[in-house]
């Protein structure tokens, strides 16, 4: 246990694995019984682009990923969506460097512009 620093409880659930599943099932990593679904479809994730790619709203530099949270439920794209949720969109498509940082990046002529 101590050349390979696992502890007691891992050595006997392997174990454990191993007799019921076989060696070759022990050894891999059990599938993740988790289903996530889905916060945002395809459109709403480019309405989400979209609003990022725009001006920031009056008397704000850029936008935050509160605001943009605000401006989809305004706009009635969501019912609610987290600020979260357009953080991992945001940083999902690439985008999350760019938009708000280089005023114009999703200017005309832009993938991104939808």
């Known amino acids: 246990m101590d050349a390979l620093d696992v502890s007691r409880s891992t050595v006997e659930r392997v174990r454990t694995r191993c007799v019921e599943e076989g060696p070759d099932a022990a050894l891999r990593p059990r599938p993740s019984g988790q289903v996530r679904l889905r916060k945002l479809d395809g459109a709403q994730e480019a309405h989400l ?3 990022a790619c725009s001006p920031a709203p009056q008397g704000r530099k850029r936008w ?3 605001l943009l949270a605000d401006k989809l439920v305004e706009l009635d794209i969501v019912d ?3 600020y979260e949720t357009v953080r991992r969109t945001l940083k ?3 985008l999350a460097k760019f938009a708000g940082v280089w005023p114009g990046f999703c200017g ?3 993938i991104w512009l939808l």
């Open 64 to 66: 935050t990923l509160r």
């Open 92 to 94: 999902k498509t690439g």
């Open 80 to 82: 609610t969506v987290s």
């Open 108 to 110: 005309k002529g832009s």
């Open 49 to 51: 682009i979209a609003v």
